[in-house]
């Protein structure tokens, strides 16, 4: 969670990496207007203790940026997209930010000339960018909360098959480097990695504590989210849809 290197960081650093970014939007991509953006670094400790005789801490550093924005060429305007990127360590940050700016003006760029087609029933290509979008809802109705309420479907639906069989999706919150990546949750119990989906059939709820008691689970597994400033509530921190047998250029 922490390098050394990120104590070097300057702001002059951070402010370089902006200027290289708008001289190759200038220089390459004109037409895409950036409507906003931002880069930050930040290192932070986070300590928990109650008076049941829980406590943990943590020290983490990380340096992300994030920009929106849309290309225009004339009458001919495209639809807003937005990227972002991460890292624990300023050379990592330098290459894979270059080349997330890079496919954000890509994107932007390929939304200009967009044309209706007539209707058609038949099968869509889904890009992984979009997969995401798709999976937000699904995964939202895994929140125990959600199903304590009556607002999910799938509070029946423990080991049976709600998707199909390709899809597998697995919680690791011990993953070196990412940013989901911690060693306990917000009430200071250990992050466990587990299988979430295996090839269709859901294999957990999101639990905090208080929902496991209410459900009558054994623990929470790590899955309570949130700060100080509110009660925790229910999700999961750093999720992998498993990836399937077919090549990526097939």
């Not at 939007?25 to 409507?35: L, Q, T």
């Not at 008076?51 to 305007?77: F, L, N, R, T």
């Not at 300023?90 to 890079?102: D, H, I, M, T, Y």
């Not at 597994?221 to 921190?237: D, E, I």
Request: proline share 4%; aromatic share 10%.
């Amino acid at each position: 969670l922490y390098s050394d290197e990120m104590d070097t960081i300057s702001f002059e650093d951070i402010l370089e990496l902006v200027k290289q970014s708008l001289e190759i939007k200038n220089s390459k991509f004109p037409k895409v207007s950036i409507d906003s953006g931002g880069f930050s670094f930040y290192k932070g400790f986070k300590f928990i203790s109650s008076s049941k005789g829980i406590h943990a801490g943590e020290i983490e550093a990380g340096i992300s940026a994030g920009y929106m924005g849309m290309a225009v060429d004339g009458d001919d305007i495209g639809s807003f997209d937005h990227e972002g990127c991460f890292s624990r360590n300023l050379s990592a940050f330098r290459k894979e930010q270059s080349e997330n700016f890079s496919e954000f003006l890509v994107k932007c760029m390929n939304a200009l000339k967009a044309k209706k087609i007539d209707g058609f029933r038949g099968n869509i290509l889904i890009p992984p960018d979009s997969v995401f979008s798709f999976l937000g809802d699904l995964l939202g109705s895994l929140s125990a909360s959600s199903i304590r309420r009556s607002r999910s479907k799938f509070g029946d639906k423990m080991n049976i098959a709600v998707a199909s069989n390709l899809l597998s999706i697995n919680e690791n919150p011990h993953i070196p480097g990412f940013g989901g990546t911690t060693s306990f949750d917000r009430e200071g119990m250990a992050t466990v990695p587990k299988d979430v989906i295996k090839n269709g059939v859901i294999k957990s709820f999101f639990y905090n504590h208080y929902e496991a008691k209410k459900a009558g689970a054994s623990s929470s597994q790590g899955n309570a989210l949130g700060g100080a400033s509110a009660s925790p509530s229910c999700g999961p921190r750093q999720l992998q849809v498993e990836p399937g047998s077919t090549a990526l250029s097939d």
